[in-house]
């Protein structure tokens, strides 16, 4: 299974699938399409990712696998290529919030971190003003450029 860019006609699903996992997706719409990935099993979307980009930084958001696909490594997957997008667009650091996996983040190289570290217009998203608490946890990490080489993407066929 291979990440593809998000499509438009991907919108709908990649809101239920965050639904489900009780992630935001309330401010989700089609301009995010551009920077999400989704994973695809048997023609239904079973993984996503999103990258709101800030300059030379960037909020991961909506990491998200469908339950019964967990603990098969496609959240590593979708971490990978979402990191190696985020260097081809010239991000060096990555911030995140997250209320439920902080420990999958930091085993992942994510740090914890103050809100006030990551910079103002990555403080200016929505996902920090208004979407997720002031308990959730914020992490980030450094992006090392040999990353971007790792992952190849695909744009999605036509057909759904």
Known sequence: MK???A????????RSLLRTCELPEIDLDLGHMGDFLVLR???SLVGCVGL???????????L???????????????????EARAVAAGVHRLFLLTTT?????ASRGYRPCSRVDAPDAIRALTEFTSICPASAAC????LDRSISRQEQFHRPSTST
Request: charged share 25%.
């Open 139 to 142: 992490m980030s990490r450094s």
């Open 7 to 14: 499509s438009a006609a991907d919108l709908t699903k990649i």
């Open 101 to 105: 996996a902080p420990n999958f983040f």
């Open 52 to 62: 709101e980009r800030a300059g030379d930084a960037g909020l991961l958001r909506s």
């Open 64 to 82: 998200a696998v469908a339950h019964e696909r967990r603990s098969a490594g496609l959240g590593d997957v979708l971490m990978r290529a979402i």
């Open 3 to 5: 990440p593809e860019l």
């Open 41 to 43: 099993a048997g023609g």
